[in-house]
């Protein structure tokens, strides 16, 4: 066999073993669809990977927007590995659902997925879909401690019957109750109801196809953490997916070379996407395989003997 020949075939299974590499380090909107749509496109015209790795830093953006970008992905590629490499928030950890493999850097952090709303009373401020829910949670709690606190210091402290305690305390709690109450308006409690329910839905139509979420996990994810910016680290997020690791060396590397860009969110086009192949950009960062030969003198040389095993076949070939 000429050795260009087994070149060319070394090559083509290389090729046949690549992954697309995905980079993006920017908000989470509809314009970043549209490139990663493209992109992904244009990249298939040069050969069609089943599988990617995504490198993702971003602190959300809009759920919608995730939504379709995790389906852009799902769509194209048979398997999904995401690298959190830095932070990944909010919508970010939308997009997380979809993959079927996590791998955290030192630095990654994934976080809740409670859905920001603008608040009316603020140009420009955003709040938790929780905050109204968890009020009301808080202002109930209170009301039935003051109730049996009441009804206790009523019925012992006057000694009238029981039944008038109750009414006593049950007229004071409401009449504390009211005004805690009549500042909550309902249809906000409806909007931020809705606005709760778009992650659920989005994060139940994703993990159908990934299948990447333990029991429960999606509703944890969703109204289980007390802040928005809960840091949701590797050890954290193996109680919530189902194939959490660290990131290889190859990856660490890349990282570390291109850190301008993927430790911090970027502004739009800065930030990418970038689609590139995997094996290219993460065989020019691995030193653990040149590494391990140069301290396997017994590997290098067996390696050495193919090579000259494979030219003597192919001078024997073309004689």
Known sequence: MPKQEVQTKKSAQEKSNDRDLIV???????????????AIKEKKKTG????????????GGDPDAGYRIAKCLQNNYDTIRLVVSSYCKS??????????????????????????????????????GLDIIEAMEAIS???RKSFAQNLVDIRFGTKISTRLAGDLAAQLTASIAAPLYAQID???VAEMQRAMSIALNYGERLVRKSQSLKKDALQKLVSSY????FVIDEDEAKDLFNKVSHWTPPEEAFYNKFCDVLAHQRKLQEG?????????WMQQNDSTKTSKQENNPEEQQQNNESEQAVETTSETTDS
Not at 24 to 38: A, G, K, M, V
Not at 94 to 116: K, M, R, S, T
């Open 272 to 280: 990418g996407p970038f689609v590139e192949s995997y094996n290219k």
């Open 24 to 38: 993006i380090s920017r908000e989470i909107d509809f314009p970043l669809f549209f490139n990663l749509n493209r």
């Open 141 to 143: 709690n209170h009301m």
């Open 226 to 229: 007390p802040t928005h910016s």
């Open 186 to 188: 309902p249809q906000r």
């Open 48 to 59: 069609k990977n089943k599988e990617c790795v995504l490198f993702l830093t971003t602190q």
């Open 91 to 128: 919508a970010g950890t939308l997009i997380a659902i979809a993959a079927n493999e996590i791998a955290f850097g030192d630095l990654g952090e994934l976080g809740p997925l409670d859905v920001q709303v603008m608040k009316h009373d603020e140009f420009g401020a955003q709040a938790s």
